[in-house]
């Protein structure tokens, strides 16, 4: 999201946001929706940045995937059988 401290993965969520042109927080599309239940049976809802832990039940894909400051660096997305090829011929 536009000045957001986070690194986050692309999903549903984000996709839906972009699409309604980046509205702020209380205009937001399908805001407030459930999208998963933590094992504490409290809920997480759509835009909150609780990251999916063990235990999470429900669209967890839809919630916030945070990704850490390496994602600005992946430049490709291969097949898997290319990647373990590309692993081991690395390693």
Do not use: H
Request: proline fraction near 8%; include cysteine.
């Amino acid at each position: 999201m536009a000045g957001s401290p986070y690194i986050a993965l692309r999903n549903r969520t984000l996709v839906m946001w972009e699409a309604a042109e980046c509205p702020s927080p209380g205009k937001r599309p399908s805001e407030g929706d459930v999208v998963a239940t933590r094992p504490d049976g409290s809920k997480v809802l759509r835009y909150q940045i609780w990251t999916p832990l063990r235990g999470f039940d429900g669209a967890v894909t839809e919630s916030a995937l945070f990704a850490g400051m390496g994602v600005d660096f992946i430049k490709d997305l291969p097949a898997a059988g290319k990647l373990v090829e590309r692993l081991w011929r690395e390693c």
